[in-house]
């Protein structure tokens, strides 16, 4: 979203705490418009009559979206402008945003937009001009500006992967920190199928196998059981998440994954109380209900 050229810091200069990089950004720089693309003639695109491989010229079988998954949407800029309107102008969702954005099922408890920005199909800068016709043309209020500060986080893990370079891949994470992690093969298959002491972990575990989605609370809670409750190496998990989720971006998920297992931004190492977790955000069961129910025979 802030362009390099634009962001008031080098790359070494960098703040270690996303408050103060925040903050900055915030009040000194200006967010660049999105690019007009022109259209172009037949003979200035050659390409065009290239043929676009199928799965099964790949190598893969043909498959259909899990029924319960929440994120059923296509692929492609044409779906991600198509979500853009209606997340925002159509159905008004995004006012409500921060109010759902810990939600666990459905296609609305947040944006849904993150696998389009990691695979560029939709950029951030698109998102925060669409954002502002918004507060313009309706509403103005806590959820609209959360929706950008979450883009902010995204913009920080890509700026502190600049800075750190191949460090966000090790043990020690940015911080440098030992821990004596462990990786029992085991224990993480245990995790990786959903069959750990804890449904709630269980239920997102299992949700990621079956649709490569799961939501930012899930992902919160299944990083933290995994690297501080069974104290497995936490770059196993965030490669599994990289080999599973289809919204994988490279910053975001070795930042977060670094961020939840103490060797990242966060200087004050927090361990998630998986129990309570599960009882504020899904008081009633329905998620796990959802996705543990029947699960081994679906």
Not at 92 to 106: A, C, D, E, Q, S
Request: aromatic share 16%; with cysteine.
């Amino acid at each position: 979203m802030f362009h390099p050229d634009d962001v008031p810091f080098s790359s070494p200069e960098i703040p270690e705490v996303f408050t103060v990089f925040r903050k900055k950004v915030e009040t000194s720089v200006t967010v660049r418009t999105s690019l007009e693309i022109t259209k172009c003639s037949e003979n200035q695109m050659p390409f065009l009559d290239i043929k676009v491989p199928t799965l099964h010229d790949l190598g893969f079988e043909a498959f259909e979206a899990h029924p319960k998954t929440a994120f059923p949407f296509q692929g492609g800029e044409t779906s991600a402008l198509e979500r853009l309107q209606n997340y925002l102008f159509e159905s008004k969702k995004v006012g409500f945003y921060k109010l759902t954005r810990n939600g666990l099922i459905g296609t609305d408890y947040s944006s849904k937009f993150s696998a389009w920005l990691a695979n560029g199909s939709l950029s951030a800068r698109t998102i925060f001009w669409e954002m502002k016709r918004f507060e313009q043309e309706h509403v103005k209020n806590e959820s609209t500006y959360w929706l950008v500060f979450v883009l902010i986080w995204r913009d920080y893990f890509k700026y502190i992967s600049l800075k750190h370079q191949n460090n966000i891949f090790k043990i020690g994470g940015i911080l440098q920190k030992e821990y004596e992690w462990k990786t029992n093969k085991y224990g993480i298959q245990q995790w990786i199928d959903g069959n750990t002491k804890e449904p709630f972990v269980n239920a997102n575990m299992i949700e990621l196998k079956k649709t490569g989605w799961m939501s930012n609370r899930g992902r919160q809670n299944v990083a933290s059981y995994f690297a501080k409750d069974m104290l497995m190496d936490w770059r196993i998990g965030a490669a599994y998440f990289e080999s599973m989720l289809i919204d994988y971006d490279v910053h975001s998920n070795y930042g977060n994954w670094m961020y939840i297992s103490g060797v990242g931004n966060d200087p004050r190492n927090r361990k998630f109380n998986i129990t309570l977790q599960a009882k504020n955000y899904d008081a009633n069961g329905a998620y796990q209900k959802l996705w543990l129910q029947n699960s081994l025979f679906e």
